[in-house]
């Protein structure tokens, strides 16, 4: 028996189970034994004290507000790297040096463009269909286009690793913005190979055959910091989804897909464009949002971007893209609109009420960077594609770590089962 060891009694038996410390002191009870030794398992909906998996890329300590990647604080990442390198030390686990990052900027640069059979794709579905389904149809789609990238071979697809994940990272932007142009029944337009990563999206979002968009340095800045700060966020729903299909030995575009639609739902990414629908249904109505947050405390509404299962103190995401909301409104002049007033004032609000404050739920990153991108015109229905295109290098990095691990085995949790017990087959004639 070591000192740390955890003991338990079970029905008056006892059991020890080892404990780990991870690199930040975060402690934990290895029960990997516990149902062989004990015939128990653990019961944790909702997974909030479970430990999925052991991880070298991102560090929360929810109750301080403090969120790393591979070391590097999320403040310094903010102020001082840009979207392409913080997806490159997520990734490869160290923030790059000049010729590194020259390389994997190019590698981006020249794969923008998408093969042109998959345009046709894009004409099979209604106008009506939403972005992210569309999204993660098109990422798995992606993977046929390159078999050597997508065959379940493990060894064969570590060997190609580099070019998967710069693939991935450039033609996400491309078909996010083909699905907006392809919704909006818009023409469209390819990247350009003179523009940087955003600078190109903004491109084939808002230029047309006859017009050439080049967005402003302060707008590029802004959505820069919103990638960066989506990039990875350690075993979200999302990411925990990724890392779930890759250990049955799934390739990256279809672990990815299947990110892409945990992301969509309104308690995760779709927090973002549920934000807005919740400032325009508290417009409509001539609310100031003093009685919706009334209803959010009644349990009738729910104040989206608000709360974190993580987070008990400060998102620290939503600290440094609220500075920076409020620079950019600023910039460009916004400072009389409706639902920004709504916004504060629901802010103002649940910050200084007692119901909030005792459950600990403060604004997230969803609640400002909705305000952000409706101020950079990004259509609503385009906010969690947003999302994806910064989450897709956590996904990326989070796949590695899972393909890359020896003696890895498939993510298979365990259940209570509660319905009924064993009954007698009735014929259908007799029922
Ligand atoms: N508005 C009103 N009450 C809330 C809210 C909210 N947004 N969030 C939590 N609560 C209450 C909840 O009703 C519960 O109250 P009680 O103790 O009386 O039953 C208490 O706070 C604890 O909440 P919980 O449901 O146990 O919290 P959770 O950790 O399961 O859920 C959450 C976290 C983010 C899903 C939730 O806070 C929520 O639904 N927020 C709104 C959606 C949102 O903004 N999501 C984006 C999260 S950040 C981006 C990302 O990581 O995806």
Known sequence: MSASDAKFIIEGKEYLFPTLEGSEGEKAIDTRKLRAETGYITYDE?????????????????????????GYSIEDLAEKSNYIEVA???????????????????????????????????????????PMALLSALINSL??????????????????????AALLISKVRTIAAMIYRMKHRLPMIYPRRDMGYIQNFLHMLFSEPYYEHFAHDDVCKALNLMLLLHADHEQNCSTSTVRMVASG?????????????????????????????????IHASGDDGSKFVEDAKSG?????????????????????????????????????????????HLEEQALNDDYFVERKLYPNVDFYSGIILQALNIPTDMFTVMFAMGRI????????????????????????????QLREFVAIDKR
């Open 143 to 164: 993977g046929c286009y390159y078999p050597h990238l997508s065959s379940n071979n493990r060894d064969e697809e570590l060997e190609n690793f580099d070019e998967a």
């Open 46 to 70: 909702g997974y909030g004290n479970t430990g999925s998996c052991s991880s070298d890329i991102s560090f929360i300590d929810g109750e301080q507000g403090i969120l790393r990647h591979r």
């Open 249 to 281: 030995g799934a390739n990256l575009f279809a672990s990815i897909s299947a990110g892409i639609s945990a992301l969509w739902g309104p308690l995760h990414g779709g927090a973002n464009m549920a934000v807005i629908d919740m400032l325009k249904t």
């Open 393 to 420: 290098s956590g996904w990326i990095a989070n796949w590695k770590e899972v393909a890359e691990k020896e003696k890895g085995r498939i993510y298979r949790p365990r259940q209570v089962y509660t319905g009924p």
């Open 88 to 130: 490159h030390l997520l990734i490869y686990g160290e923030l790059p040096t000049k010729d590194q990052l020259q390389q994997f900027a190019e590698r981006i640069l020249l794969g923008a463009l998408l093969p042109e059979r998959m345009r046709h794709l894009f004409d099979g579905f209604p106008a009506a269909s939403h």
């Open 300 to 344: 009738k509404a729910k104040l989206m971007g608000f709360g974190h299962r993580v987070y008990k103190n400060y998102d620290p995401r939503a600290k440094i893209i609220k500075e920076a909301s409020n620079k950019m409104l600023d910039s460009l002049g916004i400072q009389d609109d409706p639902l920004l007033d709504i916004a504060r």
